[in-house]
């Protein structure tokens, strides 16, 4: 009687002892885990929102979009669209060699559409989104040496479809 109450005694404090380390060795690994994925999210999120263009580039603050379409800028836009774009894209949502303009006004912020025009190269190999059109076209779009107000006028002629 007494040997067995002895030995009662003596598990008791050491499966408490097993379960405080096994509830020990869980606690920070959990914790770790489910730390990482909330720590990295935001960074995550707001990677493709503002994404960080070398100087030069243009930004949000670069191009203010008039309530009406500048039905100059596109005028001029359509020339330029003949002379170096046409054989390449399309104004509808039809894909030619490069994606077809119609609805890419509402897919991209405009400072990366007139970036993707002025610095076609540096597009295609650092932002996800131009290495994904590049995937899908199996093209590289040749950098078109346009001026900063030549792409702000395919960006209203874009932008009028
Ligand atoms: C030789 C073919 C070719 C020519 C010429 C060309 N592009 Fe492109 N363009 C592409 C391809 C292909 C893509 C998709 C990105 C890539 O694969 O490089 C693209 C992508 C684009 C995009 C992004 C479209 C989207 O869906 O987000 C814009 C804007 C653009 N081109 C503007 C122009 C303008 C403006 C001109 C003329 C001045 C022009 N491109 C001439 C092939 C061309």
Known sequence: MY?????????????????????????????ASSDTPKAAAPVADKAPATPSYPAGFITADDITLGKDIDQGMVTEAKKIFDAKCHVCHGLTEEKVIGPGWKGVINERKPEWIMNMMLHTQWMVENDPDAQALVEETKTVMPDQELTKDQARAMLELIRSL
């Open 3 to 31: 040997t067995s109450f002895s030995l009662g005694r003596a598990f008791l404090p050491l499966s408490f002892a097993l379960l405080v380390a096994a509830c020990g060795s869980d606690t920070p690994k959990e914790a």
